[in-house]
Structures are given as C-alpha cells and as structure tokens.
C-alpha cells in the first residue's frame, strides 16, 4: 500500500497535469478559424474543442474601423515571473542540472517503492511512471522530440540507480 501512494502521489504530481501550465485541452488542439458557410449559419461546433465562427460581411462593412491603420509594436514591459509549482519552478530555475534532476525525479520514489514493495515491483511502477509522465505531454499537446527520448534516458539512469542502491541496502 505503501508502494502504491507513492506511485499515486507521482502520478499526481508529474503526470497530470504535470509540471507544465495547463494551457493545452487533453487530446484534439483548439482551433478558432473562419470556414464558409451557408448565409444561414453563423456558428457551427464540429467538436467540443473546434468552434468555427463566420462573420456577417454586411455588419462588418457597416462599422466603421476605431483601430488606426498603422499601430506602432509596443514595448515589453518586462519579464513575466515564472508561475506554477516548485516542479515547475525548479525546471527553470536549474536548467543546466535537466538531467540529474529528471534522473533524481524518478529515482527517490523508485527506491522508496523498492524498499516498500521490492525491486521487482518497484521497477515496474517506475517504468509505468516514466512512459506515463511522457504520454501525458504528448496527450496535452507538445509533442515528443529528441528532449523526450533524452528525459526517458534520464529516466532509465535514475531507475537504473535506484535498482542498485536498494539491493546495496538490502544486502547490508
């Protein structure tokens, strides 16, 4: 029971929603774009995260334009403070450290599910947890490229890792 709240926590912690900003719908991308349409729709839903919306020519013609013809780019007013939770801010903040932080994020609760359930056990949750943290990001919507494979190496040294120390512990 043990071993599972900590697989649970985990889970909760870095799968969904993850340590990313929730900005992204699970599954389909949400899409806003003109479509032509009969004269008789205006708005049409094709799913529940696709809305297509077509404007009426004869109301946009009769308003006339407030916004100038030429707007100058405003400038940035700063940075925008890094938001989220202290995996998240962690992520930023000690970016160089990207790997021995994602093989240490896998690792402490591999051990601690090891020393709970045993290494067998320990090392299928881990597994489970690894391919479920990357699934969830390519379920959210941002993708799997050549830093997730390097996050699943990561993730298999901090296993790796955590399969060594706990049999040292076990034979001492």
């Known amino acids: 029971m043990g071993a599972a709240a900590v697989f649970v ?3 909760a912690l870095a799968v969904v929603p993850g340590p990313w900003k929730v900005q992204r719908p699970f599954g389909d991308a949400f899409v806003i774009r003109e479509v032509p349409q009969s004269a008789d729709a205006r708005t049409r839903v094709q799913s529940p995260t696709d809305v ?5 020519p ?4 009769a308003k006339p334009s407030t916004t100038p013809a030429f707007a100058a780019p405003q400038q940035a007013l ?3 403070p890094v938001q989220g939770g202290l995996l998240l801010k962690a992520k930023h903040y000690l970016e160089p450290l990207r ?5 240490l994020l896998i690792m402490m609760p591999t051990l601690a599910m090891a ?11 881990a597994v489970l947890l690894s391919i479920a943290i990357e699934s969830a990001q390519i379920a959210f919507g941002y993708g799997f490229d050549r830093v997730d494979v390097a996050d699943l190496l990561y993730d ?6 955590a399969m060594i120390v706990a ?3 076990v034979k001492r």
């Open 9 to 11: 926590t985990m889970g």
């Open 52 to 56: 297509t919306v077509q404007a009426d």
């Open 58 to 61: 004869t109301k946009l013609a």
């Open 78 to 80: 700063g940075k925008i």
């Open 99 to 103: 790997p021995l932080l994602h093989a």
């Open 115 to 125: 020393w709970l359930a045993g290494w067998r056990s320990a090392l299928v949750l």
């Open 156 to 161: 298999a040294l901090g296993i790796a890792a």
């Open 167 to 169: 049999k040292i512990c």
